[in-house]
Nanobody, 126 residues
């Protein structure tokens, strides 16, 4: 079992930056990849970014590419999401998830069987 705790959410104006962190504990040796997702009110949860636990592979949703950067802190069991040039449409609850495998070759897919954090709120005002 892997436990995940997100932090770093808050309120910023459009154009500002935030850095989210996802701290992992427990059976971290089983982690293969970590992803960030977000869910705005009335919308479905959507993929944001994913990174391999070794840090060598990353992928981003088109909506955040060039503005967000996902990274792995090798000294700590932590994955960060640096969010720059934030837009009002980026406002959501952000969740991190950890998986021990890739499903059908889809790096962006995470399932309920994977480990999920409790989420952190990001608010962006225009």
């Amino acid at each position: 079992q892997v436990q995940l705790v997100e932090s770093g959410g808050g309120s910023v104006q459009a154009g500002g930056s935030l850095r989210l962190s996802c701290a992992a504990s427990g059976r971290t040796f089983s982690i293969y990849r970590v992803g960030w997702f977000r869910q705005a009110p009335g919308k479905e949860r959507e993929f944001v970014a994913v990174i391999s636990w070794g840090g060598g592979t990353t992928d981003y949703a088109d909506s955040v590419k060039g503005r967000f950067t996902i990274s792995r802190d090798n000294g700590k069991n932590m994955v960060s999401l640096q969010m720059n040039s934030l837009k009002p449409e980026d406002a959501a609850v952000y969740y991190c998830a950890a998986a021990d495998r890739v499903y059908a070759g889809n790096w962006r897919s995470f399932m309920s069987r994977d480990s999920w954090g409790q989420g952190t709120q990001v608010t962006v005002s225009s």
